[in-house]
């Protein structure tokens, strides 16, 4: 067992025990190391002055008790205060000392054990001069035009390990904007949500319905890009705002840098005292329970401040395994929106638009043809066009269908034309609409599907002549007549709705050009 899973298995018996103290420990104590019976501890007195008295008064004898019930082994608490640096090595077998003025509570810790009663706790600690001081407001910020600098998220601020912290956030990129961003069905929400979450700093408020927001969906879909443009929108609109952008790996690592250094306190002011937290990737917290401690701590404190958080992963709250049920709680507590993949309407808009940008001319042959074959990863969308636009630079060469499938050989195989059946067409119909394939295959009958299923059921009539009886088992339907239908009312709407008719064209080009 390490020391961090060692420390997450005595905080479960303190929430157990002594649910009273088991937030104030997780948000001034973290262990250091663990070694010949020693058991080192950080103890953080920024937020809580009080806590190294009262620890020392009240709990170590009882978290020695709990730590060596844990491990079969006699446990020694060294104690670290990250103000003084002091190491406190206090012996299992010595007596508890009788409570000092220094320490919140009154009464003498011999009758702590006996007795099993405590005191209120948090009425204790939220007194005089414990008091903590609030944050100030967003709105303060943007009102009081002296405190305008230019410290901002592209500035080094603070001082040593807070401008260590600066110096490993991520880079801002100045062309990932709201504006380059290009969205439609499979991405609104999430970035109607970012962009409503961005202004939100201009008038100086926080939207409880939308905080924190969680975007999740598979990489590559521009989740990041998003985040990018937060930050943009927020240094062009409100630069005095203090905005924090770092990865969940980067997180992790300071935190574990900052136990071990003791610095702690310097790790939660860079981390707490910020109008906007943004975190990319937060299901790499999966299964690091010590670490989890200090993320819910934070967000706490975060979110009680009424600071902005928007976090990234690549599934929901729900669906990240070994997450505490109380962060998967507040992950959730606020707007989650999800970001598909692109359709293939998509997928040709994205291309049109960087071709637009660049000045490049690209054949409607060639969108249809990449379009078609690149639809579940926007990354690799734009990889495809850059690899195809650099070599028509380089070569002065123009862009046609021949050499765009030579080149993009590698990500698109041709070596073999693919054979045109019932599984193909089905494929490239769902790709075009942006369904599962499992979906249109299935018994169900949402609407989303019926139009798709009904089109795949049609070319495989028109392109392949397959039997009325083929297609039915293909799709899984009970009556051949369904499919008639499906036939029936496709060529009906050819012939009516232009946008069917759109479809069929586009659709018809992706299987001619396979």
Same mark, same amino acid.
């Given at each position: 067992?390490?020391?961090?899973?060692?420390?997450? %298995?005595?905080? $479960?018996? /303190?929430?157990?025990? &002594?649910?009273?103290?088991? @937030?104030?420990? #997780?948000?001034?104590? !973290? =262990?250091?190391?663990?070694?010949?019976?020693?058991?080192?501890?950080?103890?953080?007195?920024?937020?809580?002055?009080?806590?190294?008295?009262?620890?020392?008064?009240?709990?170590?004898?009882?978290?020695?008790?709990?730590?060596?019930?844990?491990?079969?082994?006699?446990?020694?608490?060294?104690?670290?205060?990250?103000? %003084?640096?002091? $190491?406190? /090595?206090?012996?299992? &077998?010595?007596?508890?000392? @009788?409570?000092? #003025?220094?320490?919140? !509570? =009154?009464?003498?810790?011999?009758?702590?054990?006996?007795?099993?009663?405590?005191?209120?706790?948090?009425?204790?600690?939220?007194?005089?001069?414990?008091?903590?001081?609030?944050?100030?407001?967003?709105?303060?910020?943007?009102?009081?035009?002296?405190?305008?600098?230019?410290?901002?998220?592209?500035?080094?601020?603070? %001082?040593?390990? $807070?401008?260590?912290?600066?110096?490993?956030?991520?880079?801002?990129?100045?062309?990932?904007?709201?504006?380059?961003?290009?969205?439609?069905?499979?991405?609104?929400?999430?970035?109607?949500?970012?962009?409503?979450?961005?202004?939100?700093?201009?008038?100086?408020?926080?939207?409880?319905?939308?905080?924190?927001?969680?975007?999740?969906?598979?990489?590559?879909?521009?989740?990041?890009?998003?985040?990018?443009?937060?930050?943009?929108?927020?240094?062009?609109?409100?630069?005095?705002?203090?905005?924090?952008?770092?990865?969940?790996?980067?997180?992790?690592?300071?935190?574990?840098?900052?136990?071990?250094?003791?610095?702690?306190?310097?790790?939660?002011?860079?981390?707490?005292?910020?109008?906007?937290?943004?975190?990319?990737?937060?299901?790499?917290?999966?299964?690091?329970?010590?670490?989890?401690?200090?993320?819910?701590?934070?967000?706490?404190?975060?979110?009680?401040?009424?600071?902005?958080?928007?976090?990234?992963?690549?599934?929901?709250?729900?669906?990240?395994?070994?997450?505490?049920?109380?962060?998967?709680?507040?992950?959730?507590?606020?707007?989650?929106?999800?970001?598909?993949?692109?359709?293939?309407?998509?997928?040709?808009?994205?291309?049109?638009?960087?071709?637009?940008?660049?000045?490049?001319?690209?054949?409607?042959?060639?969108?249809?043809?990449?379009?078609?074959?690149?639809?579940?990863?926007?990354?690799?969308?734009?990889?495809?066009?850059?690899?195809?636009?650099?070599?028509?630079?380089?070569?002065?060469?123009?862009?046609?269908?021949?050499?765009?499938?030579?080149?993009?050989?590698?990500?698109?195989?041709?070596?073999?034309?693919?054979?045109?059946?019932?599984?193909?067409?089905?494929?490239?119909?769902?790709?075009?609409?942006?369904?599962?394939?499992?979906?249109?295959?299935?018994?169900?009958?949402?609407?989303?599907?019926?139009?798709?299923?009904?089109?795949?059921?049609?070319?495989?009539?028109?392109?392949?002549?397959?039997?009325?009886?083929?297609?039915?088992?293909f799709f899984k339907r009970k009556d051949h007549t369904t499919v008639m239908y499906a036939c029936e009312r496709v060529d009906e709407d050819l012939k009516t709705k232009p946008a069917i008719k759109e479809d069929y064209d586009k659709i018809k080009k992706i299987l001619e050009s396979r």
């Open positions: 067992m390490d020391i961090f899973s060692l420390w997450s %298995k005595a905080l $479960e018996v /303190i929430k157990v025990q &002594d649910p009273q103290y088991y @937030e104030p420990i #997780t948000k001034g104590i !973290f =262990p250091k190391t663990w070694e010949q019976g020693i058991f080192t501890i950080i103890l953080t007195t920024s937020d809580q002055p009080w806590i190294l008295g009262w620890f020392k008064a009240v709990y170590q004898k009882k978290l020695e008790s709990i730590i060596t019930s844990l491990i079969g082994q006699p446990t020694t608490i060294q104690v670290i205060s990250d103000d %003084k640096k002091e $190491e406190c /090595i206090e012996k299992s &077998d010595s007596p508890i000392k @009788e409570n000092t #003025t220094s320490a919140p !509570f =009154p009464e003498k810790t011999t009758d702590f054990v006996s007795q099993e009663k405590v005191p209120d706790f948090m009425k204790t600690v939220t007194s005089g001069e414990y008091n903590h001081v609030p944050l100030p407001s967003i709105h303060d910020k943007i009102k009081n035009k002296s405190t305008l600098s230019s410290d901002n998220l592209f500035d080094n601020q603070t %001082k040593a390990t $807070e401008s260590e912290i600066l110096s490993e956030q991520v880079t801002i990129d100045p062309q990932f904007t709201f504006d380059t961003f290009i969205h439609g069905p499979s991405n609104e929400l999430a970035f109607r949500a970012a962009r409503s979450v961005a202004e939100a700093a201009v008038l100086g408020k926080t939207d409880r319905r939308t905080n924190p927001l969680f975007i999740y969906g598979p990489s590559g879909l521009g989740k990041t890009h998003l985040l990018h443009a937060i930050c943009n929108y927020i240094h062009e609109q409100a630069p005095a705002l203090n905005v924090l952008f770092v990865t969940s790996e980067t997180f992790l690592n300071h935190l574990i840098r900052s136990i071990e250094t003791s610095s702690m306190e310097q790790f939660r002011r860079r981390y707490r005292h910020v109008d906007y937290f943004l975190m990319d990737d937060v299901q790499l917290f999966s299964g690091k329970n010590s670490s989890q401690v200090e993320v819910f701590n934070t967000f706490n404190v975060l979110f009680d401040n009424k600071k902005h958080i928007i976090l990234t992963s690549d599934r929901t709250p729900q669906d990240i395994e070994k997450l505490e049920d109380r962060i998967k709680t507040r992950f959730s507590s606020g707007l989650i929106a999800p970001i598909e993949p692109p359709d293939y309407e998509m997928c040709s808009v994205i291309l049109l638009k960087k071709a637009e940008n660049d000045n490049i001319l690209l054949p409607e042959e060639v969108v249809n043809y990449i379009a078609g074959h690149i639809h579940t990863n926007v990354r690799e969308l734009n990889g495809a066009y850059n690899k195809l636009v650099s070599n028509a630079i380089l070569t002065k060469q123009e862009i046609t269908l021949e050499n765009t499938k030579e080149l993009l050989r590698d990500i698109i195989p041709f070596d073999k034309k693919k054979e045109l059946n019932m599984d193909f067409i089905t494929d490239v119909v769902c790709q075009y609409y942006g369904i599962s394939k499992s979906s249109v295959l299935s018994k169900s009958r949402p609407k989303k599907i019926v139009t798709p299923r009904q089109m795949a059921m049609y070319f495989c009539r028109q392109e392949l002549n397959e039997s009325y009886p083929n297609i039915r088992d």
